[in-house]
């Protein structure tokens, strides 16, 4: 994957940004399909206040569909009283300074988000916002539901994982490279004796304990 650029702050006009969206547009064979998944990069602490925010725009603007900050309750113990223990259960972003908004791009549309105090861009890829396929935000939200969405934000460049699925399953290597969307990672194993990157979901492989 190339490296990660960010699409301009102000204007979204870019010749080639406008024609990756009309493209993803017209190419929907549904009104639904036309909603699609974006990436956007927000100050850290701020995701919260972006989400509602958002969510506002949903309630009068029918190109915004749906916004989803991957994060997971972790509990922890907090003594009352001499005699009882009460559990207060607090949310923990997995993946700090990023929000995941469903709509029909278009420049109207971003100049309502980036209004929004906080946003910064669209993730994209050589000045061309990106979108993400809608099965790997269903996927994390099963497992932020599950409690399983650790395990994925937790493996770091560096670490070594052992891959469970796929036609690799079994093999161990070292993560090089975790795409900022979290769902695919660059590993380095070893086949017949040759180091061998490999591009992975980061569903399929886990740390080595």
């Known amino acids: 994957m190339a490296d990660i650029e960010h ?18 547009q017209e190419s929907s064979s549904s009104p639904e399909e036309e909603y699609k998944w974006w990436i956007l990069k927000v100050k850290a602490g ?19 569909k749906e916004v989803f900050v991957p994060e997971e309750e972790e509990e922890k113990s ?24 469903r709509m029909k791009l278009d420049q109207e549309v971003w100049n309502e988000i980036k209004a929004i105090p906080g946003v910064g861009y669209i993730l994209g890829e050589r000045g061309v916002p990106f ?29 070594r994982i052992r891959i469970k699925g796929g036609p690799f399953k079994g093999l161990s290597g070292v993560v090089e490279y975790i795409s900022d969307d979290r769902t695919k990672a660059r590993v380095l194993i070893s086949i ?8 992975i979901e980061t569903a399929h492989i886990e740390k080595e304990a």
């Open 7 to 24: 699409t301009d702050e102000n204007s979204l006009d870019q010749e080639s940004a406008q024609e990756q969206i009309q493209t993803q």
């Open 46 to 64: 701020r995701e919260d206040f972006v989400k509602k925010e958002i969510e506002k725009l949903i309630e009068k603007d029918e190109r915004l």
């Open 78 to 101: 907090k003594k009352k009283t001499k005699e009882e223990e009460g559990k207060i259960g607090k949310k923990k972003k997995m993946l700090p300074g990023y929000v995941y908004v």
């Open 131 to 159: 979108s993400v396929p809608s099965d790997k935000i269903e996927s994390l939200k099963v497992k932020s539901v599950s409690g399983e969405i650790s395990k994925i934000f937790s493996i770091s460049v560096g670490d």
């Open 192 to 199: 017949f004796g040759r180091q061998t990157p490999l591009v």
